[in-house]
């Protein structure tokens, strides 16, 4: 049995089902792991949905940002952004069943000494802690009251990790942190406003991943979310958001030998003058 990591589609169904032909998957017996950010920006976000839900035990798929944003539009606690293409899915007579499908989604998963999260780690947790933490937010999202933490989601404060964090402002942290994070600082806090490559970083602050002493770096870390870092495989990550969206290309990586397929992307050019997230 393969396993093969699969970076943001974020609706990019066309270009999913041109990599998946260039993959040797077996349906029978691989499995296929997505980074989130199914949805959203790309013209098939509903196509996109639907063929992963169909996939049932064959794929997993950990939370973006951009699916939480899904969750919250559907809810009416936020508006969608300039270049959101949710309307499709919100319109869909089965629009019920996806989104419940997509609220129970994991924010986080372990197996055979992989991790996949969408966007980062506080370098103060362990993998087990993390997972933790990952079940709060799920119980949240999952719970017959779910509303009621999709409305307080948003926020960037408090912007630092505390094990004395109780309430909406612990699931925050966690949840920023999981689904939002590209730098920190060794303290953990966070820095939201830097999308761009991991050069000219604001004073104290690094690439979560090369926090010197993060309690996680025995596991290899799969993730996504920061398409201007690209491609970025080292000893204990594996950063596969290579841009689709923007013209890039859409990354798989076999876990098992670390092979990479990939295949060029359209630019959407309408959403070119958009930040990269």
């Known amino acids: 049995m393969s396993t093969y990591a699969i970076g943001d589609v974020q609706g990019c169904f066309a270009s999913l089902e041109m990599l998946l032909t260039r993959i040797p998957i077996d349906w029978k017996h691989d499995r296929l792991w997505f980074v989130g950010d199914l949805a959203n920006r790309g013209p098939q976000s509903l196509e996109t949905l639907r063929f992963v839900k169909s996939l049932g035990s064959r794929a997993i798929t950990v939370l973006g940002n951009h699916d939480l944003h899904l969750l919250c539009v559907a809810e009416g606690f936020a508006r969608h952004h300039e270049g959101d293409t949710l309307r499709p899915i919100l319109e869909a007579n089965d629009r019920e069943v996806l989104l419940d499908w997509l609220r129970h989604r994991p924010m986080m998963h372990s197996e055979n000494g992989f991790v996949m999260v969408h966007a980062g780690l506080l370098p103060q947790w362990s993998i087990s802690q993390a997972l933790s933490l990952a079940h709060e937010v799920e119980a949240a999202l999952q719970a017959t009251d779910y509303r009621e933490f999709l409305e307080a989601m948003y926020g960037n404060r408090p912007h630092q990790w505390s094990s004395a964090l109780t309430g909406m402002d612990r699931l925050r942290v966690i949840t920023n942190a999981m689904t939002r994070l590209r730098l920190c600082t060794a303290d953990g806090i966070m820095e939201f406003t830097h999308k761009g490559e991991p050069k000219d970083l ?42 689709c969206l923007w013209g890039g290309q859409l990354t798989a990586v076999r876990l098992e030998d670390q092979a990479l397929f990939q295949v060029p992307c359209e630019k959407r050019s309408h959403h070119s003058g958009l930040p990269r997230s």
């Open 202 to 243: 604001p004073h104290g602050y690094l690439p979560w991943y090369d926090i010197p002493g993060r309690q996680s770096r025995a596991d290899k870390i799969i993730f996504g979310h920061w398409s201007a870092l690209g491609l970025h495989l080292d000893s204990n990550v594996l950063a596969l958001d290579t841009g």
